[in-house]
Protein backbone atom coordinates (compact mmCIF):
# COMPACT_ATOMS: atom_id res chain seq x y z
CA UNK A 1 0.00 0.00 0.00
CA UNK A 2 2.62 1.77 1.12
CA UNK A 3 6.35 2.87 -0.29
CA UNK A 4 8.63 3.73 2.52
CA UNK A 5 12.73 4.35 2.90
CA UNK A 6 14.27 4.61 5.95
CA UNK A 7 15.70 7.92 8.03
CA UNK A 8 17.15 9.08 10.90
CA UNK A 9 14.89 8.61 13.52
CA UNK A 10 12.10 8.67 10.66
CA UNK A 11 10.46 6.91 7.58
CA UNK A 12 9.03 8.57 4.70
CA UNK A 13 5.61 7.54 3.02
CA UNK A 14 4.24 7.77 -0.32
CA UNK A 15 0.86 6.73 -1.69
CA UNK A 16 1.28 4.27 -4.52
CA UNK A 17 0.37 5.65 -7.91
CA UNK A 18 0.62 9.95 -6.65
CA UNK A 19 3.25 12.20 -7.97
CA UNK A 20 4.25 15.01 -5.59
CA UNK A 21 4.76 18.37 -6.44
CA UNK A 22 7.44 19.79 -3.31
CA UNK A 23 6.22 23.15 -4.15
CA UNK A 24 2.28 21.44 -3.72
CA UNK A 25 0.54 23.27 -0.31
CA UNK A 26 -2.92 22.33 0.94
CA UNK A 27 -4.63 25.24 3.38
CA UNK A 28 -3.74 24.00 6.99
CA UNK A 29 -7.26 25.09 7.70
CA UNK A 30 -9.03 22.64 5.28
CA UNK A 31 -7.15 19.41 6.80
CA UNK A 32 -7.96 20.74 10.41
CA UNK A 33 -11.22 20.68 9.29
CA UNK A 34 -11.38 17.23 7.81
CA UNK A 35 -9.62 16.26 11.17
CA UNK A 36 -11.96 17.31 13.38
CA UNK A 37 -15.15 16.00 11.30
CA UNK A 38 -13.87 13.20 10.48
CA UNK A 39 -12.87 12.14 14.11
CA UNK A 40 -15.84 13.80 15.60
CA UNK A 41 -13.44 15.97 17.80
CA UNK A 42 -15.93 18.19 19.44
CA UNK A 43 -18.19 15.69 20.35
CA UNK A 44 -15.65 13.79 22.38
CA UNK A 45 -14.98 15.24 26.75
CA UNK A 46 -11.67 14.04 27.43
CA UNK A 47 -9.07 15.24 29.87
CA UNK A 48 -8.53 18.48 30.42
CA UNK A 49 -4.57 18.29 29.08
CA UNK A 50 -5.54 16.48 26.14
CA UNK A 51 -6.67 19.82 24.07
CA UNK A 52 -7.80 17.70 20.99
CA UNK A 53 -7.81 19.55 17.93
CA UNK A 54 -5.20 22.48 16.41
CA UNK A 55 -2.75 23.18 19.51
CA UNK A 56 -0.29 25.58 17.58
CA UNK A 57 -0.59 26.39 14.13
CA UNK A 58 1.85 27.74 11.30
CA UNK A 59 1.89 30.54 8.72
CA UNK A 60 -1.28 28.41 7.19
CA UNK A 61 -0.48 26.29 4.39
CA UNK A 62 1.17 21.97 4.65
CA UNK A 63 3.28 20.69 2.69
CA UNK A 64 4.63 17.64 4.40
CA UNK A 65 2.43 15.51 7.35
CA UNK A 66 4.37 13.94 10.08
CA UNK A 67 3.36 11.69 12.55
CA UNK A 68 4.31 10.57 16.24
CA UNK A 69 3.03 9.40 19.11
CA UNK A 70 3.97 12.11 21.45
CA UNK A 71 4.89 15.49 21.04
CA UNK A 72 7.79 16.77 22.40
CA UNK A 73 11.04 18.47 21.81
CA UNK A 74 12.67 15.48 20.64
CA UNK A 75 10.13 14.87 18.25
CA UNK A 76 9.63 17.90 16.96
CA UNK A 77 13.47 18.21 15.96
CA UNK A 78 12.78 15.26 14.23
CA UNK A 79 9.57 16.69 12.75
CA UNK A 80 11.55 19.93 11.75
CA UNK A 81 14.98 17.45 10.37
CA UNK A 82 12.09 15.20 7.98
CA UNK A 83 10.94 19.12 6.42
CA UNK A 84 7.12 18.77 8.26
CA UNK A 85 5.19 21.91 8.43
CA UNK A 86 2.30 19.63 10.25
CA UNK A 87 2.89 17.33 12.85
CA UNK A 88 0.25 14.96 13.89
CA UNK A 89 0.26 13.24 17.69
CA UNK A 90 -1.57 11.20 19.58
CA UNK A 91 -0.15 13.02 23.34
CA UNK A 92 -0.07 16.80 22.74
CA UNK A 93 1.51 20.02 24.07
CA UNK A 94 -0.63 20.66 27.15
CA UNK A 95 -0.38 17.88 29.54
CA UNK A 96 1.21 19.54 31.88
CA UNK A 97 1.27 23.31 33.04
CA UNK A 98 2.74 24.99 30.08
CA UNK A 99 4.04 28.32 31.54
CA UNK A 100 6.00 30.26 32.45
CA UNK A 101 8.03 29.84 29.02
CA UNK A 102 11.21 29.36 30.29
CA UNK A 103 14.01 26.72 29.68
CA UNK A 104 13.22 23.58 27.34
CA UNK A 105 9.76 24.76 27.27
CA UNK A 106 10.90 28.10 25.49
CA UNK A 107 13.33 26.23 22.62
CA UNK A 108 10.57 24.06 22.09
CA UNK A 109 7.62 26.77 21.57
CA UNK A 110 11.00 28.43 19.45
CA UNK A 111 11.69 25.34 17.19
CA UNK A 112 8.07 25.45 16.48
CA UNK A 113 7.43 28.95 15.35
CA UNK A 114 11.20 29.54 13.82
CA UNK A 115 10.79 26.14 11.90
CA UNK A 116 6.38 27.56 11.01
CA UNK A 117 5.43 23.73 12.56
CA UNK A 118 1.74 23.38 13.07
CA UNK A 119 0.86 20.70 15.43
CA UNK A 120 -2.57 19.12 16.09
CA UNK A 121 -3.46 16.57 18.64
CA UNK A 122 -6.00 13.73 18.87
CA UNK A 123 -6.40 11.84 22.03
CA UNK A 124 -9.71 9.74 23.27
CA UNK A 125 -11.19 10.36 19.81
CA UNK A 126 -7.89 8.78 17.97
CA UNK A 127 -8.51 5.97 20.30
CA UNK A 128 -12.19 5.47 20.24
CA UNK A 129 -12.52 5.99 16.40
CA UNK A 130 -14.10 3.01 14.61
CA UNK A 131 -11.43 2.84 11.54
CA UNK A 132 -8.51 4.82 12.00
CA UNK A 133 -8.43 4.55 15.79
CA UNK A 134 -5.39 2.79 17.78
CA UNK A 135 -7.77 0.54 19.55
CA UNK A 136 -9.52 -0.63 16.34
CA UNK A 137 -6.48 -1.26 14.79
CA UNK A 138 -4.99 -3.14 17.33
CA UNK A 139 -7.84 -5.49 17.34
CA UNK A 140 -7.67 -6.02 13.44
CA UNK A 141 -3.82 -6.70 13.66
CA UNK A 142 -4.79 -9.29 16.23
CA UNK A 143 -7.17 -10.65 14.32
CA UNK A 144 -10.04 -9.96 16.42
CA UNK A 145 -13.32 -9.51 14.51
CA UNK A 146 -17.30 -8.70 15.57
CA UNK A 147 -16.54 -5.87 17.30
CA UNK A 148 -19.04 -3.94 20.15
CA UNK A 149 -18.57 -0.97 21.88
CA UNK A 150 -16.76 -1.45 25.16
CA UNK A 151 -15.33 0.55 28.27
CA UNK A 152 -16.57 3.63 29.42
CA UNK A 153 -14.19 6.77 29.48
CA UNK A 154 -15.38 10.56 30.13
CA UNK A 155 -19.21 9.40 28.89
CA UNK A 156 -18.35 7.51 26.11
CA UNK A 157 -17.23 4.27 24.88
CA UNK A 158 -13.71 4.32 23.78
CA UNK A 159 -12.73 0.53 23.33
CA UNK A 160 -13.97 -2.94 21.72
CA UNK A 161 -14.41 -6.11 22.62
CA UNK A 162 -14.63 -9.55 20.91
CA UNK A 163 -15.91 -12.45 21.17
CA UNK A 164 -12.85 -15.32 20.46
CA UNK A 165 -11.71 -18.95 20.72
CA UNK A 166 -7.80 -18.68 20.96
CA UNK A 167 -5.62 -19.56 24.04
CA UNK A 168 -3.89 -17.12 26.18
CA UNK A 169 -0.28 -18.08 24.73
CA UNK A 170 -1.24 -17.62 21.23
CA UNK A 171 -2.78 -14.31 22.09
CA UNK A 172 0.16 -13.22 23.57
CA UNK A 173 2.32 -14.01 20.06
CA UNK A 174 -0.16 -12.56 18.11
CA UNK A 175 0.38 -9.35 20.46
CA UNK A 176 4.07 -9.21 20.01
CA UNK A 177 3.70 -9.49 16.71
CA UNK A 178 1.46 -6.77 16.41
CA UNK A 179 3.82 -4.69 18.33
CA UNK A 180 6.36 -5.25 16.19
CA UNK A 181 8.17 -7.81 18.70
CA UNK A 182 7.51 -6.42 21.63
CA UNK A 183 6.90 -9.17 24.47
CA UNK A 184 3.81 -8.09 25.95
CA UNK A 185 3.28 -8.71 29.94
CA UNK A 186 0.83 -10.77 30.87
CA UNK A 187 -0.94 -11.31 33.95
CA UNK A 188 -2.45 -14.99 33.65
CA UNK A 189 -5.36 -14.37 36.38
CA UNK A 190 -8.23 -15.73 33.87
CA UNK A 191 -8.96 -19.10 31.78
CA UNK A 192 -6.29 -20.21 29.43
CA UNK A 193 -8.87 -20.04 26.57
CA UNK A 194 -9.59 -16.39 26.26
CA UNK A 195 -13.53 -15.96 24.81
CA UNK A 196 -14.50 -11.97 25.34
CA UNK A 197 -11.50 -9.89 24.82
CA UNK A 198 -11.09 -6.23 25.37
CA UNK A 199 -8.82 -3.52 23.75
CA UNK A 200 -7.95 -0.32 25.33
CA UNK A 201 -4.53 1.24 24.49
CA UNK A 202 -2.60 3.29 26.25
CA UNK A 203 -2.86 3.71 30.29
CA UNK A 204 -5.86 1.79 31.03
CA UNK A 205 -4.40 -0.54 33.18
CA UNK A 206 -5.67 0.57 36.43
CA UNK A 207 -9.11 -0.01 35.20
CA UNK A 208 -9.26 -3.38 35.37
CA UNK A 209 -12.08 -3.83 37.32
CA UNK A 210 -13.76 -1.79 35.07
CA UNK A 211 -13.14 -3.74 32.41
CA UNK A 212 -13.89 -7.29 34.06
CA UNK A 213 -17.18 -5.68 35.18
CA UNK A 214 -18.08 -4.59 31.63
CA UNK A 215 -17.33 -8.60 31.01
CA UNK A 216 -14.28 -9.40 29.76
CA UNK A 217 -12.07 -12.25 30.46
CA UNK A 218 -9.17 -10.56 28.99
CA UNK A 219 -8.04 -7.02 28.68
CA UNK A 220 -5.41 -6.12 26.15
CA UNK A 221 -4.06 -2.54 27.36
CA UNK A 222 -0.68 -0.58 27.20
CA UNK A 223 0.42 -0.54 31.09
CA UNK A 224 -1.11 -0.40 34.27
CA UNK A 225 0.45 -0.43 38.28
CA UNK A 226 2.09 -3.50 39.97
CA UNK A 227 -1.25 -3.97 42.26
CA UNK A 228 -2.98 -4.66 39.51
CA UNK A 229 -1.22 -8.29 39.14
CA UNK A 230 -3.22 -9.55 42.35
CA UNK A 231 -6.49 -7.70 41.31
CA UNK A 232 -6.02 -10.01 37.91
CA UNK A 233 -6.21 -13.24 39.94
CA UNK A 234 -9.25 -12.19 42.29
CA UNK A 235 -11.32 -10.91 39.39
CA UNK A 236 -10.63 -14.06 37.24
CA UNK A 237 -9.30 -11.49 34.13
CA UNK A 238 -5.98 -12.00 32.31
CA UNK A 239 -4.50 -8.56 31.21
CA UNK A 240 -2.33 -8.10 28.37
CA UNK A 241 0.20 -5.05 28.63
CA UNK A 242 1.63 -4.26 25.89
CA UNK A 243 3.35 -1.00 26.45
CA UNK A 244 1.67 2.59 26.41
CA UNK A 245 3.94 3.68 22.94
CA UNK A 246 3.78 0.64 20.85
CA UNK A 247 -0.04 0.10 21.13
CA UNK A 248 -0.94 3.55 20.52
CA UNK A 249 1.44 3.66 17.29
CA UNK A 250 -1.71 2.78 14.93
CA UNK A 251 -4.06 5.66 14.98
CA UNK A 252 -1.41 8.44 13.89
CA UNK A 253 -0.18 6.88 11.16
CA UNK A 254 -3.66 5.76 9.85
CA UNK A 255 -4.04 9.45 10.29
CA UNK A 256 -1.81 10.85 8.58
CA UNK A 257 -1.53 8.26 5.50
CA UNK A 258 -5.42 9.23 5.25
CA UNK A 259 -4.60 12.60 4.80
CA UNK A 260 -1.60 12.53 2.51
CA UNK A 261 -4.30 10.43 0.43
CA UNK A 262 -6.85 12.78 0.43
CA UNK A 263 -4.56 15.83 0.34
CA UNK A 264 -2.13 14.83 -2.04
CA UNK A 265 1.14 15.53 0.13
CA UNK A 266 3.73 12.98 1.72
CA UNK A 267 4.24 12.25 4.80
CA UNK A 268 6.35 10.08 7.41
CA UNK A 269 5.96 8.46 10.73
CA UNK A 270 8.69 9.44 13.44
CA UNK A 271 9.06 6.42 15.68
CA UNK A 272 9.91 7.45 19.14
CA UNK A 273 9.54 4.93 21.40
CA UNK A 274 9.87 5.09 25.21
CA UNK A 275 9.98 1.38 26.28
CA UNK A 276 7.25 2.00 28.53
Known sequence: MFGASAGAGFAFYIPDRLWFDEAMAVALSKIVAYCDTTLRT??????????????????????????TVDASLATVRLAIAAGADLLV?????????????????????ELLVRHNLAVYS???????H??????ILLAEALGLRGRRPFFLAKGQMVGWQFRARVTRTDLAGRLQAALGG??????????????????????????????????VDTFITGEGPHWTYALAEELGVNVFYGGHYATETFGVQALAAEL?????????????????
Open 42 to 67: SGFQDYDGAVNGLQMENSGSVTRIAA
Open 89 to 109: VHHGLFWSPTHPWTGKRRELL
Open 122 to 128: SHLPLDA
Open 130 to 135: PRLGNN
Open 182 to 215: KAPTVLPGGPEKCQRIGVVTGGAGAEVRQAAAEG
Open 260 to 276: AAKFHLPWSFLDHPTGL
